[in-house]
């Protein structure tokens, strides 16, 4: 196989219909285009979920972080780049960039924590043992990503239950739990219409703790650091659960369009 760079660079499209009122990309379709970026990039330098599900293992994210200076705007084409950071034995860090394709204007970055699990057991596996830690010949220290690693969402006594989700077909994903995206979807639609159309989202963390699984119930509770701050709490719970369980956190930090 060729030697690929180290960074990956892939063209996407804001399309119009994956905009929002104010013409720009909803977080969550670009969340997606930042997980296919890093599908992308694991699959051109073999140890993408194409050859990993030749042995029984995926990745799984851990934690996800984008933080926006502006969203791209509808018929918009930009570029995600992402490079792996470093590699650990049970998790690698992944970051990304996000830039338009004729101006080369920052639109922002993320940063992303990964596991990779066997599929049969649902337990961690070892990065390193899977072709000899060849990824680790990816890693670039070179790459600038200029904001924070993400951040710890705390949850306190304060958080109140918002809303109360089913899952269903269209919230699974190739690894057969709900989609990482989704969370961040239902999380960002507690707030109406008219809060956003004073308010943008400057930056999201999110804490994935638990897989959920179509069927389960999703439990959203809120909690108001700040004016412009939250942490949300998903907890989950199956048909044969008597009590609901954490699955993940997140922090939404907004500000005034």
């Not at 030749?54 to 969203?71: C, D, F, G, N, P």
Request: with cysteine; net charge negative.
């Amino acid at each position: 196989m060729e030697q690929q760079t180290k960074v990956g660079k892939y063209l996407f499209l804001a399309e119009p219909f994956h905009c929002d009122f104010s013409n720009h990309l909803f977080m969550g379709h670009l969340g997606n285009h930042l997980l296919n970026a890093a599908d992308f990039h694991a699959n051109d330098r073999d140890f993408g979920m194409h050859y990993l599900n030749t042995i029984y293992k995926t990745w799984v994210l851990s934690r996800l972080s984008i933080e926006m200076h502006e969203m791209p705007s509808a018929y918009a084409h930009f570029y995600v780049e992402t490079w792996v950071e470093n590699v650990m034995r049970f998790f690698t860090h992944r970051n990304f960039k996000m830039t338009d394709s004729e101006t080369g204007r920052v639109y922002g970055y993320g940063r992303s924590v990964w596991a990779m699990i066997d599929i049969r057991t649902r337990q961690p596996a070892d990065i390193l043992a899977v072709k000899d830690g060849a990824i680790a010949t990816y890693v670039d220290t070179q790459m600038s990503c200029p904001i924070d690693t993400p951040l710890r969402v705390k949850t306190g006594k304060d958080m109140l239950l918002q809303r109360t989700i089913d899952t269903h077909y269209s919230d699974v994903d190739v690894n057969g739990h709900i989609n990482s995206v989704k969370y961040i979807e239902h999380a960002l639609n507690l707030w109406d219409a008219h809060w956003y159309q004073t308010h943008r989202i400057h930056r999201i963390d999110v804490a994935y703790v638990a897989e959920s699984h179509w069927g389960d119930r999703l439990h959203l509770y809120l909690e108001q650091v700040s004016d412009e701050e939250y942490n949300i709490c998903i907890l989950k719970q199956s048909v044969d659960e008597e009590l609901p369980v954490e699955t993940c956190r997140i922090k939404i930090r907004f500000v005034n369009n």
